[in-house]
Each structure stands twice: as structure tokens, then as C-alpha cells.
């Protein structure tokens, strides 16, 4: 079944104007302004190498505020790039949001036979990690510029 292809968290506007949209992979793959694009895998790895690898490029990444805290310690990041990341959670398959204000999930161009990849970060955790989706999820975008 094809789900909605944007959706603000909630269906609430103001989610949209904190996190951003949500979008499925194929609209994700159009969402990018002109002279931008949805990066794939190997440019996701680039930037995560060049802020110090996967074990401690969510804590570099996140935004300095909106996370949530977990057994006491913020879940917060350094925000050291000024790349302000923020956890605007999902839209799963089931139909139902879930984990704004604890994970944020970026599109990949990246496809896995009908699945496509993603970045994903937590309010737990100092790394940044990958899976694979079925691409009706909806997760948050991201968009580099055109070399």
C-alpha cells in the first residue's frame, strides 16, 4: 500500500517547523532544491569520516538542544559543524510516528533491492548508525550540494 509522501510529525504544522518534514524515499530522492541532491551512501561515509568516524559523529552532528536526556545525561550534541541535526523521529509502515525527540533518520539516494538506506542518530548514543527501510517510511532529509 503507498503511503502519504510528506508528512509533518503528528500531522501537527508546528512539528514541521522545529524538525522539518518527513518524507518517503521516493519523494526524498526529489525533495533537494536545484544544484542539490539526496546523498547516497558514500557521501553520508565522506562527511561521517571527516568528523571523526561513526563512533562519536552524532555527538558532532546533533544540535545543541532538543534532544532528549537518558538516565540523567543529556542527549544533546556538539553541534560542532553547524550541522544542527535534530531527532524529527519516523513514519512507520504500520502507520503510526514514533521517536521525535529521540532519533533522526536521514535518506540515503542509496537503494537495496526494494529497500533504501538511511543515517540514522540517537539521543543515547555518541555514533552514528545505517539500516535499511522499506521506502514508504518516512525520515527526515537532508541535501548536499551539487559538485
Not at 510529525?9 to 536545484?34: E, F
Not at 562519536?56 to 536526556?69: C, E, F, H, Q, T
Request: proline fraction near 3%.
Amino acid at each position: 500500500m503507498r503511503r502519504a509522501a510528506q508528512k509533518c510529525y503528528d500531522n501537527k504544522p508546528a512539528n514541521c517547523d522545529k524538525y522539518g518534514r518527513l518524507y518517503n524515499w521516493a519523494t526524498a530522492m526529489s525533495a533537494c532544491p536545484s544544484d542539490w541532491h539526496l546523498p547516497s551512501n558514500d557521501e553520508w561515509e565522506m562527511l561521517i569520516y571527516f568528523v571523526g568516524g561513526d563512533k562519536v559523529a552524532g555527538k558532532y552532528l546533533k544540535s545543541k538542544s532538543g534532544w532528549d536526556s537518558y538516565k540523567g545525561k543529556s542527549g544533546n550534541g556538539e553541534d560542532k559543524y553547524g550541522f544542527s541535526a535534530l531527532p524529527g523521529g519516523g513514519y512507520s509502515d504500520d502507520g503510526s510516528f514514533s521517536d521525535v525527540g529521540s532519533i533522526g533518520d536521514w535518506w540515503s539516494a542509496s537503494e537495496f533491492s526494494y529497500d533504501a538506506s538511511s543515517r540514522g542518530v540517537l539521543y543515547n548514543f555518541d555514533g552514528v548508525g545505517w539500516g535499511t527501510f522499506d521506502k514508504d517510511f518516512l525520515f527526515s532529509v537532508r541535501c548536499i550540494q551539487d559538485q
